[in-house]
Structure formats: structure tokens, C-alpha cells
């Protein structure tokens, strides 16, 4: 049973487009929602993260958007730079449990 | 200082070897992790200890052995490696369970 489901498998934007991720989770114990950015060859790293008691949170050009009735939430990336290029993760967990991920996104930003 | 760091970058051995993967964090977490990344990029957790006690153990092959000396260290021991090993293995620390990971750079693992 996959716990929390991310679309698109791979994204290709052009230079100052818009990037969306979706993702949508179960269990409504999870109370963290992360979204991790990775390059190649590199650990995952944290990017921007959310709890469910608000719906929105940016920081510079990342966006989540949470939507708790739905289960669902999404990352924006606002006027996207080929340095975005890379793998996203979302995640949920709980503090009793364990982090889940989503499948991954590949995010190519075309200059 | 790096902050989760895990040694070797790189590891290609032989098929019934056993090889271990150390790892260290400087963040003075109470918890850390054993994740894979197969060739698709599916992050999967394997292991947590917390405060070197064993906390969550996914269903891995009992080939597979975490060891925590203390807090600060945890290491990943595989015996009789198979084809289906091979992966990325990344080490994570978080202050406490459910919070920001914080990833090593990762461990390459190929099984010939």
C-alpha cells in the first residue's frame, strides 16, 4: 500500500514557466509534510515543508500548497531556473512514525 | 563540517562478500536512518534507531545488520551480498522522529 502517491514521474518546463508537483497521502495521522530537492550524487536536502494547520507556505520562489480535506498538497516552483533541475521528493510523517515518500519527480528546466 | 557524513562514496564488490557502511552525524540528533534508493529513485527506509535503541525495522533481509555504538553513529553491516543489493544507501539524522532528515551524500553499492 503506497502511503503517498507524487505526479508527474518527470516535468519539463521551460525557463521562467511554473512547476507543479502533486501529491496525495492516506493516513490522516501524518502531521509533516517535506518536500526534499536532490541532484545527482548528492543526498536528498530539505527544501520546504508544511503542517496541516495551514494551507500555504512559501519561501522565495517554493510554494506548498496543503489541502487537508483532499489529502493532497503541491509544490510551486515560481519562475523556475535550470538550476531547479532536479529530483523532488514529498514526504509525510508522523511523530510516531517513520517518514514516507512519494516516488519522486524529475524536474528538467529548459533554458 | 559536513554534517551526516558516511563512508565509503563508493563500494563494488563481489557477489557473497560482506561489506559494511559507516556513518556519522555531528548534529547531536537523537535519531537516525538507513534509507535505499534503488535505480528508479524510490527512497525506502530500512532501519531508525533513536537514541541508539532500534526503533522501526522495515521488512529487510536479515543480511542486513544495523549497528549503533552510540547516538552519533550509525553503521550498516550486509552479509552475503547479492546482485539485488546494489542501490544508493543514504544515512539520515533527525532531532526526533517524524522531523526534517538530514541526509548523508550517499553510499554507491555495486554488486557484481
Known amino acids: 500500500q503506497q502511503q503517498v502517491k507524487q505526479s508527474p514521474q518527470s516535468l519539463i518546463v521551460q525557463k521562467g514557466g511554473i512547476s507543479i508537483i502533486n501529491c496525495a497521502y492516506e493516513n490522516t495521522a501524518f502531521d509533516y509534510f517535506p518536500w526534499y530537492q536532490q541532484f545527482p550524487g548528492k543526498g536528498p536536502a530539505l527544501l520546504i515543508a508544511i503542517r496541516p494547520d495551514v494551507s500555504e507556505k512559501k519561501e522565495g520562489r517554493f510554494t506548498i500548497s496543503f489541502n487537508k480535506s483532499a489529502k493532497q498538497f503541491s509544490l510551486h516552483i515560481m519562475d523556475s531556473q535550470p538550476g531547479d533541475s532536479a529530483t523532488y521528493f514529498c514526504?509525510?510523517?508522523?511523530?510516531?512514525?517513520?517518514?514516507?515518500f512519494g516516488d519522486g519527480t524529475t524536474l528538467t528546466v529548459k533554458p | 563540517d559536513t554534517a551526516v557524513s558516511q563512508t565509503p562514496k563508493y563500494l563494488v564488490t563481489q557477489m557473497g562478500n560482506d561489506k559494511s557502511i559507516k556513518c556519522e552525524q555531528n548534529l547531536g540528533h537523537d535519531t537516525m536512518y538507513w534509507y535505499k534508493q534503488d535505480s528508479k529513485k524510490f527512497l525506502k527506509i530500512m532501519f531508525s534507531y533513536n537514541n541508539k535503541e532500534l526503533i522501526i525495522n522495515e521488512t529487510v533481509p536479515n543480511r542486513f545488520s544495523p549497528k549503533s555504538p552510540d547516538k552519533a553513529h550509525l553503521n550498516l553491516h550486509i552479509n552475503s551480498l547479492e546482485l539485488g543489493d546494489s542501490a544508493v544507501y543514504f544515512c539520515a539524522s533527525s532531532s526526533g522522529q517524524g522531523e526534517k532528515l538530514f541526509f548523508g551524500s550517499g553510499t554507491q553499492l555495486s554488486v557484481l
Open positions: 514526504a509525510a510523517s508522523s511523530a510516531a512514525g517513520k517518514s514516507t
